[in-house]
């Protein structure tokens, strides 16, 4: 892995660190209005944010190369509603995306055989999270509209089977 590569790889590792920041001031904000099927929602994308953080991190470690944190821009703290969270979700989502291809692109310019493997599986897993913030924020928008946000509530505690009343 070279330098090129490597500078790449260790913005994406701090971009998960605020793609977390961002889940986990979401899943504050529905814990506050006792909204615990979304902010469990929310909260479980924090955890796998930091995950893919952490792997980010063990790559560049393996690899041979020092990761470096850097600042993580504050979180957005005001949030009007539902919708407007899991816009910003989706909208988060296809920005990740983008650099995540962005990185693809750059790997195989640079020749990087190392890192093809390793970013396939974010590949595909963006596709899945961008669906699934997709869905979501159509069945506000189509079916349940902002006056109904408990039955969102409970959608999301079944659908994703989130243990929510712990």
Do not use: W
Request: glycine share 2%; net charge negative.
């Amino acid at each position: 892995m070279n330098d090129i590569v490597f500078k790449e790889f260790n913005k994406q590792m701090n971009r998960e660190t605020e793609s977390a920041f961002i889940y986990l001031a979401l899943s504050t904000h529905f814990q506050f209005f006792n909204l615990k099927g979304i902010s469990k929602f929310f909260e479980k994308r924090y955890k796998e944010e930091l995950e893919h953080m952490f792997k980010f991190q063990q790559f560049l470690l393996s690899n041979n190369h020092h990761p470096i944190i850097s600042e993580i821009p504050k979180p957005i703290a005001q949030i009007s509603d539902a919708l407007f969270a899991f816009d910003l979700g989706l909208a988060h989502e296809k920005k990740i995306t983008k650099h995540i291809h962005d990185l693809v692109d750059l790997i195989r310019k640079e020749d990087c055989k190392v890192a093809e493997p390793f970013l396939s599986n974010f590949v595909a897993e963006q596709i899945q999270e961008e669906s699934m913030f997709a869905h979501i924020r159509d069945v506000i928008e189509t079916q349940l509209g902002l006056d109904n946000i408990y039955l969102l509530d409970k959608e999301l505690r079944d659908k994703y089977e989130i243990e929510c009343c712990t």
